[in-house]
């Protein structure tokens, strides 16, 4: 059987980023809490959790297949080069939450972290979200 205990503790860039940044908050799930509740609960905590003084936010609209828009955000650093003075790259990011948790704000405090330890622009596309829209409507936005 092969050996992975070589894997078994995290590398020190996370434990150095903890160290410099400390791990968000988590949310608790209260008995018979709704999903709307706890989607509420989930995103306001995440969005009080920001770095915004230290990154620019740019907001758009973008086209989707039935004529509906969903928004978008990109977050610069900044301390980051005027983009006519240097391209920077980008990392389009689609939520982790399937389908349920997440607002435009809701990762900001994600991509500021981001954006302030490198030099890129991150684009949050913020797609739509159940219980308001049935699936397939998230799987057609991204």
């Given at each position: 059987m092969a050996d992975y205990s070589q894997y078994g503790d995290p590398p020190k860039e996370w434990t150095d980023f903890l160290?410099?940044?400390g791990p968000l908050p988590q949310t608790t799930i209260e008995p018979n809490q709704t999903m709307q509740e706890l989607q509420q609960k989930t995103n306001t905590h995440r969005e009080a959790s920001g770095l915004s003084e230290k990154i620019q936010?740019?907001?758009y609209d973008i086209p989707t297949r039935d004529g509906q828009t969903i928004p978008a955000r990109a977050y610069r650093a900044n301390d980051a080069k005027d983009a006519t003075d240097s391209h920077l790259p980008i990392y389009l990011f689609f939520h982790r939450d399937r389908f349920l948790f997440g607002t435009l704000s809701f990762e900001d405090v994600v991509y500021a972290?981001?954006?302030v330890?490198?030099?890129i622009i991150a684009v949050n596309v913020c797609y739509r979200h159940t219980p308001q829209f049935k699936h397939s409507t998230q799987a057609n936005d991204v």
């Open positions: 160290d410099t940044t936010c740019v907001d972290r981001i954006v330890s490198v030099p």
